[in-house]
């Protein structure tokens, strides 16, 4: 589908929803300006033989200006300057990712790592506990029980005494 629509200073602008496809295939040239088919025609295939195949005035000077412009050695310099620039950009950007990738990852890892250690550590203690509670109730020493409950360095002397880690 083409829209057309008028400009106040005369101009006219066309909007296209894929319809070039169709212009390009020839399926609906009747519907359109031939200018528009062959500008169509033109932009697909940019080249000094299909500008000199057109009638239209305003491709033969676009193409003399693209031909102009790619000869130009200040054009050419200014291209493989901003082209040099985009790939530092890029080279930046990507190694700046690359950091905050590496930042997250370490976060994360040191993250994930205490918390299985802090997982482990405690499967150990209540292990060591089970093998303490065990070995105090078989000497029948019930009050050394109550009292591993409450008093930490106690309970570190009974682990040794006994040589549970």
């Known amino acids: ?9 005369g101009a006219q602008l066309f909007f296209t929803s894929n319809i070039e496809n169709y212009i ?22 940019t080249t000094q033989d299909m500008a000199d ?3 239209s005035e305003r ?9 102009s412009i790619k000869s130009s050695e200040e054009v050419s310099v200014r291209y493989m300057q901003r082209w040099e620039e985009m790939e530092m950009e890029k080279e930046a950007a990507r190694e700046l990712g ?3 990738g590496r930042t997250q990852g370490l ?15 405690r499967a150990e203690g ?3 506990m089970a093998r303490l509670i065990d070995k105090l109730l078989e000497e029948n020493r019930i009050e050394d ?8 360095e106690f309970c570190q002397h009974l682990m040794e005494e006994f040589g549970i880690e």
Do not use: F, W
């Open 1 to 9: 589908m083409v829209i057309e629509e008028k400009q106040k200073n």
């Open 24 to 45: 390009i295939k020839g399926e609906l040239t009747d519907e359109v300006s031939p200018e528009l088919v062959e500008l169509l025609h033109y932009i697909e295939h």
């Open 53 to 55: 195949g057109c009638k």
């Open 59 to 67: 491709i033969h000077k676009m193409q003399k200006r693209i031909c």
């Open 98 to 100: 690359l950091a905050e």
């Open 107 to 121: 976060t994360e890892g040191r993250t994930q790592g205490l918390a299985e250690g802090r997982a482990e550590g």
């Open 126 to 128: 209540r292990s060591s």
């Open 145 to 152: 029980c109550k009292r591993i409950a409450k008093d930490p």
